[in-house]
């Protein structure tokens, strides 16, 4: 199983960004998807998650209504829309999926939301 996240960056206050999560060695299609944030000294944070068809999601209530978790199960990728960034976003976003019993995490991409 690999996950391989990118499109985190250096975002002004109000901003946008869109991460990807591509992922490989199992049957993505049939996983339930999620991405999680932590800061230096924290736990990982659940922000969103999306169910196998993509027709149910799941969000963070210090998220909702600013971002969307989305999937295209045709290109074994997961995406996170991220509108009106606040500083506090400001976090490590990681990949997730639990396969087989354990839980599997990309190497993460950061997001920093500074002026």
């Known amino acids: 199983v690999k996950l391989v996240e990118s499109g985190g960056g250096l975002v002004q206050p109000g901003g946008s960004l869109r991460l990807s999560c591509r992922a490989s060695?199992?049957?993505?299609?049939?996983?339930?998807m999620s991405w999680y944030r932590q800061a230096p000294g924290k736990g990982r944070e659940l922000v969103a998650g999306i169910i196998r068809a993509g027709s149910s999601t799941n969000y963070a209530d210090s998220v909702k209504g600013r971002v969307t978790i989305s999937r295209d199960n045709a290109k074994n990728t997961v995406y996170l829309q991220m509108n009106s960034l606040k500083p506090d976003d400001t976090d490590v976003y990681y990949c997730?999926?639990?396969?087989?019993?354990?839980?599997?995490w990309g190497q993460g991409t950061q997001v920093t939301v500074s002026s």
């Open positions: 060695g199992f049957t993505f299609s049939s996983y339930y």
């Open positions: 997730h999926v639990p396969y087989s019993g354990r839980n599997y």
